[in-house]
């Protein structure tokens, strides 16, 4: 069994930026490839971005790429998202996902979020 547990949300303005950090434990964190998604209110959960277990392979949401980036660290077993030119619709629960091997559709585990609001 996998905990995940994030952190580093809170209140931007728009234009600023958030580092959200997703510390795992309980399994073989280099065997995972992880995820970060959002939902807001009213909207669906979207992926935002994900990093294959060697960081070797990363994918981003048409609507953060540019702006976020995904990076791993397996020695301190976490996955970051940097988060840069924060926007309003950025405004949602973010909440970070592993799935045992390949990146695909289906996640094993989730954490419980962690909120960030971006001022206009």
């Known amino acids: 069994q996998v905990q995940l547990v994030e952190s580093g949300g809170g209140l931007a303005q728009a234009g600023g930026s958030l580092r959200l950090s997703c510390a795992a434990s309980g399994g073989t964190f280099n065997r995972y490839g992880m995820g970060w998604f959002r939902q807001a209110p009213g909207k669906e959960r979207e992926r935002v971005a994900a990093i294959s277990w060697s960081g070797g392979a990363i994918y981003y949401a048409g609507s953060v790429k540019g702006r976020f980036t995904i990076s791993r660290d397996n020695a301190k077993n976490t996955v970051y998202l940097q988060m840069n030119t924060l926007k309003p619709e950025d405004t949602a629960v973010y909440l970070c996902?592993?799935?045992?091997?390949?990146?695909?559709?289906?996640?094993?585990?989730w954490g419980q979020g962690t909120q960030v609001t971006v001022s206009s």
């Open positions: 996902a592993a799935v045992f091997g390949s990146i695909g559709t289906r996640w094993d585990y």
